[in-house]
Every structure is written in C-alpha cells, then in structure tokens.
C-alpha cells in the first residue's frame, strides 16, 4: 500500500526525495470487524511516540511531511502531539521538545473531530506543525458511522466532517488546510479507492514534496 503513494509522488517530480514506509500492527483477528477496529483504534496512541523518535533525528535542514490515511491519521497526530510537548499515556513526557516543523496530510483520518481542541488528547499536536491538510469526506460510509466504535460517546470523524470548532485552535487554526474530497470519492474510504485516478497525487503531491502552489 506505502508503494501506490510513492508511485503517485513520483509522476512528473524530478527532484530526488526520500520516501520511508512506517508500519505498525493492523492485522486482522478472528474476532468480529468492530472488535479489529477498536484493537486498531487503540494501538495507535502508543504508536506516536515511536514515530516520533524516528523522525528527530533527520537533519533539521530536511524537509518532512508525513502522510497519514484513516487509523494512519492519528498516528502521525499522537506523533506531532509528542514532539509539541503532549505527554503520552503509555510513555509518559517527552524528553525534550521537538526543535523543528513540519507538514502532515491526512486523508479521511478515523479520529475524534475535536482532538486538536485545548484540554483534548492531541492538543499540543499543531505546535511542530508547519502546515496540516485534512481531505475529509461527509459521504465516506465508514467514518460517518465512527460513533459505532465506542457507542455513548457520540463522536464524529475528522475525516468525516472536518476540524471542530477551529475558532478555539487559536493561531494554529491557521496552519489547517481542510479539502471536502466527497465529490472524487463517494461514499468510498478504502485506500484502493485514493489510489484510483490518480487521487493521492491530487491531494498529496504538492504538499508532501513542498511543491509551490500551480
């Protein structure tokens, strides 16, 4: 799957550009869906910190987006959150605050609308953020029925209806670039679907490669 993004930066970029593929553990049990979905969910907080510990130690002169779809997306949040100075819950404090910026895509991101809020879990997430593009999809059949994860808590999807309540971000409501992706995809959110016609390189190229605007 990292592979369908790669090709698709690389159409027409003739700039040379590192590309790095992070996994974390998605397999599927023998459990039903939504039993995967919130083993999935909770893997990703912890997955942060390791993310991030990979990432400060490029250079600083070196340009980073990270790029995150669906659980993907709170990943590269719990990472950018730990490097702005948020503790963890399963690490505790960072050792040092991050001393760089940098950029983040995320498409149809399968977390909480209000987690960049004061006082919520990622909320210290846009502090290294030199920029941060949400493709969010009303119509995306998936995350529309996000509440369906943890019932009694009502949530709504950022990937589903967006940033919440952008006024109470402050300055860092700035940085946020929000795209409604709903006409390209439909009620679709599978990755398959991004890779057809060219979908990533529509909404990812530029920003990753830190492309001027055309």
């Known amino acids: 799957m990292g592979w369908d993004l790669w090709r698709q930066l690389a159409i027409g970029e003739s700039r040379p550009f590192r590309y790095v593929i992070y996994t974390w553990p998605?397999?599927?049990?023998?459990?039903?869906m939504v039993d995967d979905l919130r083993m999935w969910e909770a893997r990703?907080?912890?997955?942060?910190?390791?993310?991030?510990?990979?990432?400060?130690?490029?250079?600083?002169?070196v340009p980073v987006c990270l790029v995150g779809h669906s659980f993907g997306g709170p990943v590269v949040l719990a990472a950018l959150d730990w490097l702005g100075g948020g503790p963890s819950p399963a690490y505790g404090n960072?050792?040092?605050?991050?001393?760089?910026?940098?950029?983040?895509?995320?498409l149809a991101p399968?977390?909480?609308?209000?987690?960049?809020?004061?006082?919520?879990?990622?909320?210290?997430?846009?502090?290294?953020?030199?920029?941060?593009?949400?493709?969010?999809?009303?119509?995306?059949?998936a995350l529309t029925h996000y509440s369906w994860l943890y019932p009694g808590r009502h949530e709504r999807a950022m990937g589903a209806v967006g940033i919440a309540n952008p006024a109470q971000l402050g300055?860092?409501?700035?940085?946020?670039?929000?795209?409604?992706?709903?006409?390209?995809?439909?009620?679709?959110?599978?990755w398959t679907h991004f890779v057809q016609n060219n979908y990533l390189q529509k909404y990812v190229q530029?920003?990753?490669?830190?492309?001027?605007?055309r």
């Open 26 to 32: 998605t397999e599927r049990s023998a459990n039903l």
């Open 44 to 61: 990703t907080e912890p997955q942060g910190p390791m993310l991030a510990s990979v990432i400060e130690r490029i250079d600083p002169r």
């Open 94 to 106: 960072p050792p040092q605050l991050g001393t760089r910026s940098y950029r983040a895509v995320l």
């Open 110 to 141: 399968a977390v909480e609308d209000d987690c960049l809020v004061p006082g919520h879990r990622y909320d210290h997430a846009l502090g290294p953020v030199d920029s941060l593009v949400i493709a969010y999809n009303p119509r995306d059949i």
């Open 171 to 190: 300055a860092g409501a700035g940085k946020i670039y929000q795209i409604d992706i709903s006409s390209d995809l439909g009620f679709r959110h599978r």
């Open 206 to 213: 530029q920003p990753a490669l830190f492309q001027s605007s």
